[in-house]
């Protein structure tokens, strides 16, 4: 039987938290789904992690194991989906109960729409370390949105947004609008394919809180990075973003909004650059 839903665990050198994630997708109630592990170079335990969950976890890797990067890992487990509609989880983030049966009903609901998100809790508490939260979701929930609308809230980087353990997607749209860019490793690689999604499709806003992402030190979000380089990897994203809304011939008021965006970044790093010129 083909699954109605996908679900996708990319993961490097995992062994600390997978198990917690794979079993997180497989406690999920509803509609049938299969769970595929790309595994993208792992050097420890991981596919023997994995391989002890026998046939209910079916593990993918790149030819010769190799580590190619998040995106090419996403866009491996987009081609080997079997599912009409997609949801990633990172290793080392949980789903909550309810997150497949609840998203793939308003999928089924609304043809048009493309993507499901709601409220991810940024999840410090799982260690002690700290007390949990979650964003504000900028606009009024429980509703779907036009196509523009949401993209250009996400450029303004204030609210919450889709993210990898918190969306459900159509598989034939992530198709369409080219899936991940390989070309981006690292930070912002997966809001570019969001922001693709949110630029060309109605999107559903929900209210519900259906994942946990966890911080720790070795988490992308939380990596030791200084703020030029965080603002040089934005403008990669920002740069590939105003490619692909030009070759996909996106409305003027949103490739304005971008170059908005880009304009401020383009300063603020200007202004960073001249401030370590200045301490040399």
Same mark, same amino acid.
């Given at each position: 039987?083909?699954?109605?839903?996908?679900? &996708?665990?990319?993961?490097? *050198?995992? %062994?600390? !938290?997978?198990?917690?994630? #794979? $079993?997180?997708? /497989?406690?999920?109630? +509803?509609?049938?789904?299969?769970?595929?592990?790309?595994?993208?170079?792992?050097?420890?335990?991981?596919? %023997?992690?994995?391989?002890?969950?026998? @046939?209910?976890?079916?593990?993918?890797?790149?030819?010769?194991?190799?580590?190619?990067?998040?995106?090419?890992?996403?866009? /491996?487990?987009?081609?080997?989906?079997?599912?009409? =509609?997609?949801? !990633? /989880?990172?290793?080392? *983030?949980?789903?909550?109960?309810?997150?497949?049966?609840?998203?793939?009903?308003?999928? $089924?609901?609304?043809?048009?729409?493309?993507?499901?998100?709601?409220?991810?809790? &940024?999840?410090?508490?799982?260690?002690?370390?700290?007390?949990?939260?979650?964003?504000?979701? @900028?606009?009024?929930? $429980?509703?779907? =949105?036009?196509? +523009?609308?949401?993209?250009?809230?996400?450029?303004?980087?204030?609210?919450?947004?889709?993210?990898?353990?918190?969306?459900?997607?159509?598989?034939?749209?992530?198709?369409? #609008? +080219?899936?991940?860019?390989?070309?981006?490793? +690292?930070?912002? %690689?997966?809001?570019?394919? !969001?922001?693709?999604?949110?630029?060309?499709?109605?999107?559903?806003?929900?209210?519900?809180?259906?994942?946990?992402?966890?911080?720790?030190?070795?988490?992308?979000?939380?990596?030791?990075?200084?703020?030029?380089? &965080?603002?040089?990897?934005?403008?990669?994203?920002?740069?590939?973003?105003?490619? =692909?809304?030009?070759?996909?011939?996106?409305?003027?008021? *949103?490739?304005?909004?971008?170059?908005?965006?880009?304009?401020?970044?383009?300063?603020?790093?200007?202004?960073?650059?001249?401030?370590?010129? &200045?301490?040399?």
């Amino acid at each position: 039987m083909t699954p109605e839903v996908s679900a &996708i665990i990319i993961v490097r *050198d995992g %062994e600390t !938290f997978i198990r917690d994630a #794979v $079993d997180s997708i /497989l406690l999920q109630d +509803g509609p049938s789904f299969e769970l595929i592990v790309v595994d993208d170079g792992s050097t420890d335990r991981t596919s %023997e992690i994995v391989r002890g969950f026998g @046939g209910r976890a079916r593990m993918v890797t790149h030819p010769g194991r190799v580590n190619l990067g998040m995106s090419a890992s996403r866009n /491996l487990g987009i081609e080997t989906a079997r599912g009409a =509609y997609v949801a !990633f /989880l990172d290793a080392d *983030d949980l789903w909550l109960p309810g997150k497949i049966a609840e998203q793939a009903a308003i999928l $089924d609901c609304e043809p048009s729409t493309a993507m499901v998100y709601g409220r991810t809790m &940024i999840w410090r508490s799982w260690d002690g370390s700290g007390d949990d939260f979650m964003y504000g979701l @900028g606009v009024t929930p $429980d509703r779907t =949105y036009p196509p +523009g609308r949401l993209f250009r809230q996400l450029l303004v980087n204030r609210y919450q947004t889709p993210t990898t353990c918190n969306a459900m997607m159509r598989r034939d749209a992530l198709l369409a #609008v +080219g899936g991940a860019d390989p070309s981006l490793r +690292g930070m912002f %690689e997966d809001q570019l394919l !969001f922001a693709k999604l949110l630029a060309r499709y109605p999107v559903h806003v929900s209210s519900r809180c259906w994942a946990r992402y966890r911080q720790h030190a070795a988490s992308a979000s939380a990596s030791n990075v200084d703020g030029l380089a &965080i603002d040089r990897a934005h403008l990669r994203y920002l740069s590939a973003l105003s490619a =692909y809304l030009g070759h996909a011939g996106a409305p003027l008021r *949103d490739r304005a909004a971008l170059g908005r965006t880009k304009l401020k970044l383009q300063s603020r790093i200007a202004a960073r650059r001249a401030k370590r010129m &200045i301490r040399r």
